[in-house]
């Protein structure tokens, strides 16, 4: 029995475990209750009583050198991992996943082509009153230009049943009422944003969306101006050769008022089913401000004139990229989103 628990002795110290599977079956195969070491002790009881005090010192020493062994290696099996959280500085990056959001393009792009001309990009609240998205820019109360936009309003009191003063955007005009309320003349500005309309959702319709607005005011801004602005922009975008036409429109703070459509980008004015077989697409509404809304800002319509234009930043993505449901723009479909260009 001594020489067979010598030679146990050696194969235990000896054991490397290369897993933490095969040093749990080493536990198992000498430490259970059906293992090696238990059936030792059992034997044990077998032996001459004269040999058991020098069996029993082996048989513990046996037993210990089996649990430091497990104690042993389980500990480095756990240094090894605190190792593998190691960083490696020199490890090239992860690849970038991801892209920009189509309509993060195409602000980015129409941003940069006015930034070029000379404008800056104002900014406002979502959150408005009557007066920056309405009153200001000749919208009297109960006139019906107001049914042009269906407007959220929000009630501080919701009991009350009385209309609420305060209101989601419907336009950035409001940013050029408030940038014509605190700036200096002259004013040329972009009023990129989010805006809100009580709309039923379709393909062609949300209840959320993206304008940019323009406003331009200083001495001797005429109609010209405004129709050579948005013709560069038109080559710029959409690419040399794209004709424009002007329609007379109506709004209530611009007075001339258009709209302004492209040759349709898809068919080359050709007629297709985007342009609806007309070879034009109505692009964005604009005019010359209104003196009514220069004197209520505090401008002298005597002595500055202006023009202001806006248009859907969905639309112009839907033109630009052919897209046939602004619904694609708000629901995050990987599929659709990972067709554009990287950040
Ligand atoms: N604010 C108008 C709209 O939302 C667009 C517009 C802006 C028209 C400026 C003319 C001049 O429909």
Redesign the pocket.
Known sequence: MNERIEQILNEVRGFKADSKEALENFRITYLSKKGIIPALFADFKTIAPELRKEMGMKLNELKNAVQEKVEEQLQLFESQQVDTFDFDMSMPANEMHGARHPLSIVRRDINSIFEHLGFTIAEGPEIEDDYHVFSALNFPPDHPARD??DTFFISKDPSENKPSDILLR????SVQVRAMESRKMPIRIIAPGR?FRNEAISARAHCIFH?I?GLYIDKNVSFVDLKQTLYHFVQEFFGEGTKVRFRPSY?P??ET?AEMDISCNICGGEGCNICKHTGWVEI????MCDPNILISSGIDPEIYTGF???MGIERIAMLKYQINDLRLFFENDLRFLEQFELA
Not at 170 to 173: I, N
Not at 284 to 287: D, I, N, R, S, V
């Open positions: 042009m936009q419907t336009h950035t005009s805006v304008q607005e709004f703070f611009t008022s964005l509404g604009c005019g202001a234009f806006g």
